[in-house]
């Protein structure tokens, strides 16, 4: 059985717990307190993580790191949600670079910063994020205006990737989707149907925190 180490909070770690129940795969969850420190650990960072991140999947004696590397390894795995083609396979990958870089990237910071940083955010640099966030996200709007998913017409694990943390309350972002992007909007209730989605907060281990800031 795959070991996910995670926690609760993490969209990316929810990108790979959202495959693995697409894929009807078993997991164990194992809690990591991040906020209690626990990825900044030295120790930790030696035995899990040298990036001091997760997700962290356990696969018998394979441990892998970093949600994009999981997702094409268990796409490859399973054969499954990884696209049909090698045509398809590369825009694929083209998009989970996208989203790594700058879709999830910014947003990401842009949620942490407003709901779990220690200090109140910095309005220049919530400012600078917001921009970028407006910009990646018009992009994914435009390229939904004519398909159901991001490749070809089934989904893939670029679909898993750019939509794990639009899942996540607005509240914790103060950044709202429907209404100012509507091909997202269906694109999200698309995903929602799909076997094995839940909400990450039903998934992934650890306790909801009420946002800070």
């Given at each position: 059985?795959?070991?996910?180490?995670?926690?609760?909070?993490s969209?990316?770690?929810?990108?790979?717990?959202?495959?693995?129940?697409?894929?009807n795969?078993?997991?164990?969850?194992?809690?990591?307190?991040m906020?209690?420190?626990?990825?900044?650990?030295?120790?930790?960072?030696?035995?899990?993580?040298?990036?001091?991140e997760v997700?962290?999947?356990?696969?018998?004696?394979?441990?892998?790191?970093?949600?994009?590397?999981?997702l094409?390894?268990?796409?490859?795995?399973?054969?499954?949600?990884?696209?049909?083609?090698?045509?398809?396979?590369?825009?694929?990958?083209?998009?989970?670079?996208?989203?790594?870089?700058?879709?999830?990237?910014?947003?990401?910071?842009?949620?942490f910063?407003?709901?779990?940083?220690?200090?109140?955010?910095?309005?220049?640099?919530?400012?600078?994020?917001?921009?970028?966030?407006?910009?990646?996200?018009?992009?994914?709007?435009?390229?939904?205006?004519?398909?159901?998913?991001?490749?070809g017409?089934a989904?893939t694990?670029?679909?898993?990737?750019?939509?794990?943390?639009?899942?996540?309350?607005?509240?914790?972002?103060?950044?709202k989707?429907?209404?100012?992007?509507?091909?997202?909007?269906?694109?999200?209730?698309?995903?929602?149907?799909l076997?094995?989605?839940?909400?990450?907060?039903?998934?992934l281990?650890?306790?909801?925190?009420?946002?800070?800031?």
């Amino acid at each position: 059985m795959y070991k996910l180490h995670s926690l609760c909070q993490s969209g990316n770690s929810f990108k790979v717990a959202f495959l693995l129940r697409a894929l009807n795969q078993p997991f164990e969850n194992a809690f990591v307190d991040m906020f209690q420190g626990m990825t900044r650990d030295n120790e930790w960072r030696e035995q899990a993580n040298q990036m001091g991140e997760v997700p962290i999947l356990e696969d018998g004696e394979r441990v892998l790191t970093q949600s994009g590397v999981i997702l094409s390894y268990l796409a490859n795995k399973h054969g499954a949600f990884g696209g049909k083609n090698e045509d398809e396979k590369l825009e694929v990958l083209r998009w989970l670079l996208f989203d790594n870089h700058k879709f999830t990237s910014y947003f990401a910071s842009y949620r942490f910063n407003k709901s779990f940083g220690p200090a109140a955010p910095d309005p220049a640099v919530q400012a600078w994020l917001l921009g970028r966030i407006d910009n990646a996200f018009n992009i994914v709007n435009k390229h939904l205006a004519d398909r159901e998913y991001m490749v070809g017409n089934a989904p893939t694990i670029a679909d898993f990737s750019l939509s794990a943390y639009l899942f996540y309350p607005e509240e914790e972002s103060g950044y709202k989707i429907e209404g100012r992007y509507p091909n997202i909007t269906s694109w999200l209730e698309r995903l929602r149907a799909l076997p094995g989605w839940a909400h990450p907060y039903e998934v992934l281990p650890g306790e909801r925190i009420t946002p800070k800031w």
